[in-house]
Nanobody
Framework: QVQLVESGGGLVQPGGSLTLSCAGS????????MSWYRQAPGKQRELVAA???????NYAESVKGRFTIFRDNAKKMVSLQMNTLKPEDTAVYYC?????????WGQGTQVTVSS
């Protein structure tokens, strides 16, 4: 069982930065692929960034060059550094842990990009 708690969301102006954090619990955190998803009002949840257990990163085209995902297995944390934020980045951001058939989600944290 893995429990995930996100933090770091908030209101930021266009062009600004935010760092989201996801604290995990469970004895085998390092074996999970960790991802950040987001869901804007009226839209489907979409993958933003992912980092495998081996540290391989993947990003949605819309955030490449602006967002960076990190993981710290010792601290059981995964972070999403978001730079040059745009209004279209506004969404609820969710942390996900996946290992085979095991799939866990956090409760989400709101990010609003607006002037």
């Amino acid at each position: 069982q893995v429990q995930l708690v996100e933090s770091g969301g908030g209101l930021v102006q266009p062009g600004g930065s935010l760092t989201l954090s996801c604290a995990g619990s469970g004895s085998i955190f390092s074996g999970y692929a960790m991802s950040w998803y987001r869901q804007a009002p009226g839209k489907q949840r979409e993958l933003v960034a992912a980092i495998s257990a081996a540290g391989i990163r993947n990003y949605a085209e819309s955030v490449k060059g602006r967002f960076t995902i990190f993981r710290d297995n010792a601290k059981k944390m995964v972070s999403l550094q978001m730079n040059t934020l745009k209004p279209e980045d506004t969404a609820v951001y969710y942390c996900n842990a996946n290992w085979g058939p095991y799939d866990y989600w956090g409760q989400g944290t709101q990010v609003t990009v607006s002037s």
